[in-house]
């Protein structure tokens, strides 16, 4: 059960795009179709932003999409704005029956 | 509105025991899978266990397997986590999560537990 490789910090200017990548395995990313990710700003509970490489749940902006490519992720976010800067995590259903988190990016809109 | 709310956090020694509730509300609680996802201080989110929505099968990551154990209550709403043997890694804020086919959907406020001499 090791962690999903994701950056540890990226940014981006406001109205721009940024892409987190998500790195695992082909016992986890690579296997299935379950990778969502997560919105986390300091000191609340994350929030579910994709799920299932690309759908986003309803009240999600439309703004985060969710790709997937081999063993690795990606979550695309358009238009930044400054409430986008969070914690960002992804999360991949894995064999044995358990999930892995990556280590969380930072996003900072400059 | 939903609503998960944890309790039972608090100091305790390294090799004691603590025991997390989850009072659900808001949702049909019996149709989900529910959770428990740590983060330790400034550090990332960990999976730590699920039970299915019924109580018949729970699943542990590795780091906590054989000293933790998952337990629901569907006639009363209710989400634990016993925790024995506790060590100075498992301090964490620990969140309660639902969760619907295989991603987590609600999240609680969280817990922390403060494993120290």
């Known amino acids: 059960q090791s962690d999903l490789t994701q950056p540890p910090s990226v940014s981006g200017s406001p109205g721009q795009s940024i892409t987190i990548s998500c790195t695992g395995t082909?016992?986890?990313?690579?296997?299935?179709?379950?990778v969502s990710w997560y919105q986390q700003h300091p000191g609340k509970a994350p929030k579910l932003i994709i799920y299932e490489v690309n759908k986003r749940p309803s009240g999600a902006s439309n703004r985060f999409s969710g790709s997937k490519y081999a063993n690795t992720a990606s979550l695309t976010i358009s238009g930044l704005q400054t409430e986008d800067e969070a914690d960002y995590y992804c999360?991949?259903?894995?064999?044995?029956?358990?999930?892995?988190f990556g280590g969380g990016t930072k996003l900072t809109v400059l | 509105e939903v609503q998960l709310v944890e309790s039972g956090g608090g100091l305790v020694q390294p090799g004691g025991s603590q025991r997390l509730s989850c009072a659900a509300s808001g949702f049909t609680f019996s149709h989900y899978w529910m959770h428990w996802v740590r983060q330790g201080p400034g550090k990332g989110l960990v999976w730590v266990s699920r039970?299915?929505?019924?109580?018949?099968?729970?699943v542990y990551a590795d780091s906590v397997k054989g000293r933790f154990t998952i337990s629901r209550d569907n006639a009363k709403n209710t989400l634990d986590l016993q925790m024995n043997s506790l060590r100075d890694e498992d301090t964490a804020v620990y969140f309660c999560?639902?969760?619907?086919?295989?991603?987590?959907?609600?999240w609680g406020q969280g817990t922390l537990v403060t494993v120290s001499s």
């Open positions: 999360c991949s259903y894995a064999i044995s029956d358990s999930w892995v």
């Open positions: 082909s016992s986890d990313v690579g296997k299935y179709d379950l």
């Open positions: 999560v639902g969760g619907w086919n295989y991603k987590f959907d609600l």
């Open positions: 039970i299915n929505s019924d109580g018949a099968n729970a």
